[in-house]
């Protein structure tokens, strides 16, 4: 089970993420660092073990400027993959320049759901990572033929085109404590039997990752349990 530890970054500074409601977000404080500064926070969680980062640049996500020397600073250490609004070639290449590993496409900036193979063939595929946005296990897309499906509906219109990375991201569930959509993760993994599912929101300790991994899941996204202490030194190695 892969720990990717989450890192959102708001006006140059790592905030905490409740619900999706982005106007609401505040500076985290937590376990990881004394400060809200990335670099900081990512040396905490690259202290406790933690080899991954997902780095949601919310500034790009929703339509303003890329926070590109965040974004490399966090990338010289290795192991980031960055959802920055990556919607055309343009964007693919510019933070693939910046040292991530691997970027982004979330359905949320996505204009075209046919255009998902054609930045795949940009990045390649190991260095492409769709992200299946949803509210309450509702699609949240700029296409239309995306928007509002129920969630394994979105994924089957998406699945032809699907690299081999899958986030499946409830923005709901995301910092709420509500735990994991846990079944609609053993769902995906049978709609796409040879993806590596990446699970997004609401997971609260290690048990948590355990159960998801029994779905099926390669991965979580963790952000809020990290900055809590409720996962730590002790659990990351074990988890593995």
Do not use: C, W
């Not at 619900?19 to 202290?47: C, H, I, K, Q, T």
């Not at 339509?63 to 343009?90: K, N, R």
Request: without cysteine.
């Amino acid at each position: 089970m892969r720990v990717i530890g989450v890192i959102d970054l708001k006006g140059g500074v790592a905030v905490h993420a409740v619900r999706g409601e982005r106007e609401r977000y505040r500076p985290v404080r937590g376990r990881l660092a004394d400060s809200a500064e990335p670099v900081a926070l990512a040396n905490g969680f690259r202290a406790l073990g933690g080899e991954e980062l997902y780095v949601a640049d919310l500034d790009a996500i929703g339509g303003g400027a890329l926070q590109a020397g965040a974004i490399a600073a966090l990338a010289a250490g290795g192991g980031v993959i960055a959802d920055a609004g990556a919607g055309d070639e343009a964007r693919v290449r510019e933070l693939l320049a910046l040292g991530v590993r691997a970027v982004v496409v979330g359905t949320e900036t996505l204009g075209d759901a046919a255009a998902l193979p054609r930045l795949a063939a940009v990045a390649g595929e190991d260095r492409i990572v769709l992200s299946l946005d949803l509210r309450e296990r509702r699609v949240l897309a700029r296409d239309p033929a995306l928007a509002g499906l129920p969630a394994l509906e979105g994924l089957d219109a998406l699945a032809a085109g699907a690299p081999r990375e899958v986030i499946v991201l409830d923005l709901a569930r995301v910092g709420a404590g509500a735990g994991p959509d846990v079944e609609l993760i053993a769902a995906a993994r049978e709609r796409l039997p040879a993806a590596r599912l990446l699970a997004g929101g609401g997971v609260r300790d290690a048990g948590d990752l355990r159960a998801l991994a029994r779905a099926g899941a390669a991965g979580a996204l963790v952000g809020t349990a990290l900055h809590r202490g409720a996962i730590g030194a002790a659990e990351l190695p074990a988890l593995r």
